[in-house]
């Protein structure tokens, strides 16, 4: 039998064992916000890496600001060195999950599986991931199969909250860097049949408009700060987004929907708050927060441009508009180069295993982003079991099929990406 029946015959045998890991990391509630369990959880995933064979080491995200007693923010990356030390293979997945929120039919931290899906918060967001990149390796292990490579396996802290104390942490310190780093596979659920190139970038801004306070009951005396909001959300709505949703980006965004630009109104408030006490004012503060989600044809700068563009227009029709606008967060779009060695290792994995493939990227960002920019490795993709949608949803699973499938494709991927042949 040659090395590609052997391995996918291990990953049969060992199927219970990862669906078994996977329910016992779903039982330790690794809630973000606020960070809980995180170092009895990267123990647990390292115990588990131990027994397979890597030599593991703990990274507490020492410098951060969210690294405290309360919450300690302990990342874990083992290694497991084959034949050579490169090429090296690098399979990240972050542990923490969202709050199980209501409408939950099964118990959120039960681990329950039933009619093939294993249930629970982190379930395909993203602990079942973890898993596959866990036994992938070791299903090459018991086939008796020495890598023309290394492989490495880490669990990190605060995807959801950013990553700046998990994946961005590890880069930063160069634990993760294009000089020992070839490859990053990114076990999101992002369907077990695409592989995900990338992302759409982000920038979040407030504005605030400002007015002048006069009485309530003449309010020609004032300026309404609130009138001026209205009037920049008018805009926006019979300007700025009938643009936005005629730009279509080339790369794959799932759903449709997110193929397009995006712009969101997170929040508003202005005036007096209306839950308390009254009096008789014209307002003269409003501020509103925006979420707007750019196009890699887009780019920062025209994104950012356009908006001030739009601001200076009221402001040129109307002379007391009054704004500030300020930059809350900006996240560049990423995408994986064309070509890239580690998109056809998972085409023909999954080729292989399921029969059919394709690209996606995320509507959303994840972890890609602090890999691609601040360790500068390239070649990265998220590939993983689970379907998108069903992350952070009340009764949240993912199928042990997907498990046992993306468990597979990894597998082979990292025969073919370290050269491992017969
Ligand atoms: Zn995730």
Redesign the pocket.
């Known amino acids: 039998m040659g090395h590609i029946d052997r391995v996918l015959e291990e990953v049969d045998a060992l199927a219970d064992e990862a669906v078994a890991f996977t329910t016992e990391m779903i039982r330790i509630p690794t809630v973000n916000p606020p960070g809980d369990l995180y170092e009895e959880c990267a123990r647990f995933i390292g115990q588990q890496l131990v027994e397979c064979g890597f030599d593991t080491e703990y990274y507490p995200a020492e410098g951060r600001p969210e690294h405290t007693v309360a919450h300690p923010r302990v990342n874990v990356v083992a290694t497991r060195r084959g034949r050579f030390d490169r090429p090296l293979v690098h399979l990240n997945g ?1 542990f923490d999950v969202v709050p199980a929120g209501d409408g939950w039919t099964v118990d959120p931290w039960g681990g329950e599986v039933r009619d093939g899906r294993i249930y629970g918060r982190g379930s395909c ?2 602990k079942a991931g973890i898993a596959a990149a866990v036994f992938a390796s070791e299903a090459v292990r018991r086939a008796g199969i020495e890598l023309n490579g290394t492989v490495e396996v880490s669990g990190t802290v605060d ?2 909250s950013g990553g700046f104390a998990g994946v961005a942490w590890l880069a930063e310190h160069r634990r993760l860097s294009r000089d020992r780093t070839d490859y990053v596979i990114i076990p ?2 992002l369907y077990v049949d695409r592989i995900c190139i990338g992302h759409r970038g982000v920038y979040w801004f407030e504005v605030q408009t400002r007015g002048r306070i006069a009485h309530g009951s003449m309010p020609f005396h004032g300026v309404s700060a609130i009138d001026h909001m209205a009037l920049l959300l008018d805009r926006v709505r019979s300007e700025l987004q009938p643009k936005l949703a005629a730009r279509i980006t080339d790369i794959p965004v799932v759903p449709p929907g997110a193929r397009h630009a995006t712009l969101n109104v997170n929040g508003i408030s202005g005036g007096q708050p209306v839950d308390g006490i009254q009096t008789p004012c014209v307002a003269d503060r409003c501020r509103a927060v925006f979420d707007r989600r750019f196009l890699l044809e887009e780019g920062f700068d025209a994104t950012k441009a356009e908006i001030i563009e739009l601001l200076e227009g009221i402001r040129r029709d109307v002379p007391d508009f009054q704004y500030h606008i300020n930059d809350l967060m900006v996240v560049h779009p990423t995408r994986t180069p064309e070509g890239s060695p580690v998109v056809g290792a998972l085409e023909r994995a999954l080729n292989r295993v399921l029969g059919r493939s394709g690209l996606v990227a995320s509507p959303g960002t ?1 972890d890609q982003k602090h890999v691609a920019r601040i360790a500068g490795v390239p070649h990265c993709v998220a590939y993983g079991p689970g379907i998108l949608d069903l ?1 952070h949803q009340p009764d949240e699973y993912c199928d042990v099929a997907d498990l046992v499938a993306a468990t597979k494709v990894i597998a082979l991927a990292l025969l073919d990406l370290t050269g491992t042949h017969e």
């Open positions: 972050h967001d993203m995807e959801e999101e659920p994840y992350a």
